[in-house]
């Protein structure tokens, strides 16, 4: 008995340790300058940062943690917890995941495949910049899971129809699947639909009257900020890994044997192409009227309607966890806003500097997007942007432009393999190692740093 009770201590210690820090900060006397609810969120948000870095506990657990203690905190009555778990971020981010399923039971991951090889050719490094662009210009409309996901598996056919023994291919595998994982992240930040830490800061803005930002102004920020680093991004990680061959003839003439095999476009997945275009044009053009979470749940239904996916399928392989995880998310952010928690943090922040914050922008941008991406790389990004932003936003300068700057740095998870979903669906093959991850993010990472510093600058003030 007392050995299952000393091994369970062990197993949830991290658990324990957001409890009693907890239990003592909420009995500790209040700082000056801030509420009762406002340290009371204060205290849940530290809580929250425990339990996330530890894994302590399953993201969804988390996000019932949330909703638990605001209401036994007093933070919030029951029924605005509640709303506050619901918002069109959410339905973004849940419609995102659903039409990612019926995307990638159309098929076409193998066929995307072989037309870029027909524009880059057989050439490894043409390969690799090839993979690099699309899957950055893809994760900017369906997510970055899903690009890897299509893409990933192709990767990996064409690396063993090179070699059956890894060794021989090592660094071919690690430049085709580092461009995979790090063309996904860097794409993520061009559009809204590109990931949910982009939905979250929008919802932000809107919800604390700052701005009302729409699926074009988004781009407008961002997509420029993506195109310089793609050049940068590519030719730091063509410059990691030396492959052992320079072609793969053999391997792409197998992909283009098999896919002559399946044949030409079934009307489905033509249906499937058209339906997409129209829900992308419905984010550009409508999303100020209706929401971008209201458009990508219409999508949805004509996926549904249309018969190209069953409910039963988006049902059982769209992650309601996450989407749970993200409402918590957000409306833990809300609440560090309403409480003035985020703002009195910032505060503190900035007597601490001694107002260098405040007179030199640059050290205030330079901070703001040098330690959101330190706190993504061990943490994931969406719940980076739900806590920071509103800290950030805060900050005296421009909250518009810090709220944005914010969200792209936070897709800055280059160094580890639990800084985007994308690198840990790679790290997941057992193919790349958290000593490859350093050995070209680090490069990527102070790249990415100086062209959003710039932006920030010389760029987004003129928007």
């Known amino acids: 008995m007392l050995k299952s009770l000393l091994y369970w201590i062990y197993q949830k210690r991290w658990l324990l340790v957001a409890i ?3 239990a003592a900060l909420y009995h500790l006397p209040y700082p000056e300058g801030i509420s009762k609810d406002g340290y009371r969120t204060l205290i849940l948000a530290i809580m929250v940062v425990i339990l996330i ?8 657990g988390i996000a019932l943690f949330i909703a638990v203690l605001q209401v036994s905190f007093a933070i919030a009555e029951p029924s605005e917890v509640a709303q506050s778990f619901m918002s069109d971020a959410v339905f973004f981010i849940m419609g995102s995941l ?3 399923v019926a995307i990638v039971r159309q098929g076409l991951d193998a066929r995307l495949t072989l037309m870029i090889l027909t524009l880059t050719g057989n050439r490894v490094r043409s390969i690799m910049w090839g993979f690099f662009v699309i899957s950055l210009l893809l994760t900017s409309f369906i997510g970055e899971h899903t690009v890897v996901a299509m893409l990933l598996p192709v990767a990996l056919t064409l ?12 660094d071919i595998t690690k430049l085709l699947l580092f461009a995979i994982a790090y063309g996904s992240i860097i794409g993520s930040i061009g559009t809204p639909s590109g990931g949910a ?15 009302k930002v729409s699926y074009l102004r988004w781009m407008a920020y961002a997509f420029p900020v993506m195109l310089v680093e793609i050049p940068l991004a590519g030719w730091l990680l063509s410059r ?19 896919v002559a095999e399946a044949g030409p476009l079934t009307n489905q997945q033509i249906l499937a192409i058209i339906l997409f275009v129209v829900i992308f044009l419905g984010w550009v053009f409508f999303s100020a009227r209706f929401g971008l979470g209201v458009i990508a749940l219409a999508g949805v239904f004509l996926y549904l309607a249309a018969g190209l996916v069953q409910w039963q399928e988006i049902n059982q392989r769209t992650n309601w966890g996450v989407v749970l995880f993200f409402a918590a998310a957000i409306s833990l952010g809300v609440q560090l806003k309403n409480t003035g928690a985020a703002l009195w943090v910032a505060q503190q922040i900035l007597t601490a500097t001694g107002g260098l914050l405040e ?19 061990v943490m994931s990004s969406s719940a980076t942007v739900a806590v920071l932003g509103p800290l950030f936003m805060n900050f005296g300068g421009n909250p518009v432009l810090l709220g944005l700057a914010t969200a792209v740095s936070s897709a800055f998870g280059y160094l580890t393999t639990v800084g985007a979903p994308a690198g840990m669906i790679i790290a997941a093959t057992g193919l790349v190692n958290a000593r490859d991850f350093i050995r070209v993010g680090w490069r990527i990472t102070l790249a990415s740093i100086a062209v959003l510093v710039l932006a920030l600058l010389f760029y987004w003030p003129h928007i």
Do not use: H, W
């Open 159 to 170: 690396v063993r129809s090179t070699s059956e023994e890894k060794d021989d291919v090592c």
């Open 240 to 258: 990691a890994f030396k492959p052992e061959c320079e072609r793969l003839d053999g391997a792409v003439k197998k992909l283009k044997s098999k």
């Open 359 to 377: 007179q030199f922008v640059l050290a205030q941008y330079t901070l703001v997007i040098a330690f959101t991406a330190a706190v993504a790389n």
């Open 53 to 60: 870095i530890s894994e302590a506990i399953p993201l969804p």
């Open 197 to 211: 830490r982009n939905a979250i800061i929008i919802n932000y803005l809107s919800d604390f009257g700052l701005a």
């Open 98 to 100: 659903m039409l990612a």
């Open 20 to 22: 009693v820090v907890g």
